[in-house]
């Protein structure tokens, strides 16, 4: 009544029919958008696509401080970063700095994480190299035009996917998959550099091959380049565990104290600079980086030879996917921690986006490194242009420094990658899959085996075809529990886990699992085996709860059920479907041919069915 009320006054204080008056004119009303909507309607799909104009118009000066902050401390840990991870991809150093220019400019105009860091990465570099190394061998120019062309193909493979709105294909890449594949590539990353360490050319993309070779070459061993790399090994370690809490002990404040540690690389990158210089130990055999061209990333063009572009395009859409899966990963852990969405489709064009800009830059693939933004969120970023910020940062490098690391030694690079990537390395996974499910043990393990053995593209490709057959065969095999009543409720239980009351001429199955091609038969054999060597049984209830869809194998199926079941002097009934399935099953005439009923909850049939005597 009192809605009612409500209407009625509400009715009484409306304008009488007519043209409504102007905006604005007496007795008009204008009609406000809601709180944080916009009044122009046509920027909104602009802004969708360009969420620079989002966090764009909000930018104030305490965002301007806290971004470029953030771009500082990041571009001091890029700088080693990237030089090291063009080393692991087979290309020249430069090719690092260029790849996190333009890249991370593009991804802060077309992604959504305010904290996401774009550039190379291990694990996509390691990819790189084992994709081309089998093309072209590494310092010739076709090696560096394979680089571009993958950076190419994986920009629009994910510009595809993001338009097309693809990225829950990322989806078919389980957990224990990917952290089997991350492992792998970290021991196999962490061996590859070994070489650089020992100062020996080693070769390799499987473990054994890098193991024999590095074997092999134990003769060349350089004491000067060993020791360089040890000295930076063990330093880099202890920057990471020990330098923060000594810093903090001498009373730094935390901030200095932790911007210190994250500079840490680029101490290790300016002594052993120096002590190469100084002490003249190219002579004596150290490998150095060399002459790396001064200036800004030059325009340079991808392939288009149809052989090149098949020969990588395999590669390039795993690679392409790894990395999402990685990017978006990390961007959702950061925007989580400040109650801030990403848009996974969109993540798709910035990366997209970012890849063709490294294509076109002398570049290589890239995308959302981990290390690169934790600390770019723990620095205080507010919005992406702390990585455009980072970006002018290692441009001005790319212009001024790269005359300062001539001498900068390759063992020192390698150290830092090991350091990096032995953080990537979680052996653990093997015992947490192995106490938890042995089909994940099954998927973690092969995935860490073949990568280890048979490269980086096998281990990966098999690992999602396994996690794909073994999810097949457990929904191949659903879940079906007996349920009865528990005593004094309208609740129905698994009768081998509860107290619960059964009747012997009911049985009551509830299926777990949506019932689709893979999963039919079983339930037919399930049933049959259930209700034929009882004699008592003359009501079988399927009870639907759990099943949000049925296809039309398993509609199919469910008819012969009820046919199989008439023939035995059984009735099939339903109880508990949902919506959506039961508008799909009234499209058809499946009902019509029901022997039994189709109840809205299963005590409605356990009332309806008990009350009727058993038949003779």
């Not at 003359?538 to 194998?553: G, N, P, Q």
């Amino acid at each position: 009544m009192k809605a009612l009320a409500r209407r009625r006054r509400t009715t009484a204080r409306s304008p009488l029919p007519g043209p409504p008056p102007p905006s604005g004119a007496p007795g008009g009303r204008t009609r406000l958008p809601p709180e944080g909507s916009e009044r122009t309607p046509p920027l909104k799909p602009l802004r969708a696509y360009f969420p620079i104009l989002t966090w764009g118009r909000h930018y104030t000066r305490q965002t301007l401080s806290d971004d470029l902050l953030a771009a500082v401390i990041v571009t001091i840990m890029l700088i080693p970063q990237s030089l090291a991870y063009a080393l692991l991809a087979g290309l020249p150093a430069q090719a690092g700095l260029y790849a996190s220019i333009v890249p991370i400019l593009l991804y802060a105009v077309f992604g959504t994480s305010r904290a996401l860091a774009v550039g190379p990465v291990a694990v996509v570099s390691l990819m790189t190299a084992a994709a081309i190394g089998q093309i072209a061998q590494q310092g010739t120019m076709g090696y560096g035009v394979a680089a571009l062309t993958l950076a190419g193909l994986s920009g629009a493979i994910l510009l595809v996917m993001g338009v097309l709105k693809l990225g829950f294909l990322a989806n078919f890449l389980s957990h224990p998959v990917i952290a089997g594949f991350i492992t792998a590539s970290g021991i196999l990353i962490a061996t590859s550099q070994l070489g650089h360490i020992l100062g020996v050319g080693a070769g390799g993309h499987t473990l054994p091959e890098m193991v024999v070779s590095l074997i092999g070459a134990l003769p060349q061993v350089n004491p000067v380049t060993l020791a360089i790399g040890i000295v930076a090994t063990g330093f880099l370690f202890w920057v990471r565990r020990g330098l923060k809490p000594l810093l903090r002990r001498a009373g730094l404040g935390a901030r200095a104290a932790d911007i210190v540690t994250k500079a840490g690389p680029v101490l290790a990158v300016v002594v052993s600079t120096l002590a190469v210089r100084g002490l003249g130990l190219e002579a004596q055999g150290v490998r150095i980086v060399g002459v790396v061209p001064q200036g800004l990333p030059p325009l340079t063009l991808p392939s288009v030879s149809p052989d090149l572009i098949g020969m990588l395009l395999v590669p390039a859409l795993l690679i392409s996917v790894i990395g999402f899966v990685e990017s978006v990963s990390v961007a959702q852990t950061l925007a989580a921690k400040r109650r801030q969405r990403i848009d996974p489709d969109q993540e798709l064009i910035g990366l997209g986006a970012a890849n063709l800009g490294a294509a076109f830059t002398g570049g290589m693939p890239v995308t959302g490194g981990f290390a690169r933004s934790v600390v770019n969120f723990d620095a205080g970023a507010a919005t992406a242009a702390a990585g455009a910020f980072t970006a002018i940062g290692l441009a001005v490098a790319a212009v001024a420094l790269t005359p300062l690391i001539h001498d900068l030694p390759i063992a020192t690079l390698a150290a830092t990658i090991i350091v990096a990537v032995l953080s990537l390395v979680d052996l653990s996974i093997l015992r947490r899959a192995w106490s938890y499910s042995r089909a994940d043990f099954t998927a973690v393990a092969a995935t860490i085996l073949l990568t280890l053995l048979l490269g980086v593209e096998a281990g990966v490709s098999t690992g999602v075809i396994l996690s794909i057959a073994l999810h097949l065969y457990k929904s191949s095999r659903p879940h079906v529990a007996e349920v009865g009543l528990v005593p004094g409720t309208q609740h129905f239980r698994n009768i081998l886990r509860h107290d619960v009351q059964t009747d012997p001429a009911i049985v009551t199955l509830r299926i777990d699992e949506s019932l689709y091609f893979a999963n039919a038969r079983f339930l037919e054999d399930y049933i049959a085996d259930r209700v034929t060597p009882d004699c008592d049984i003359r009501h079988v209830v399927l009870m639907c709860s759990a099943i949000s869809d049925i296809d039309l194998s398993a509609l199919e199926s469910l008819e012969a059920i009820a046919h199989r079941l008439d023939t035995m002097g059984v009735t099939l009934h339903l109880s508990e479907v949902k919506g959506p399935v039961m508008d799909r099953l009234r499209c058809c005439d499946f009902l019509d041919h029901l022997t039994g009923r189709v109840f809205l909850s299963q005590y409605d049939a356990w009332d309806a069915l008990q009350s009727r005597p058993p038949v003779a």
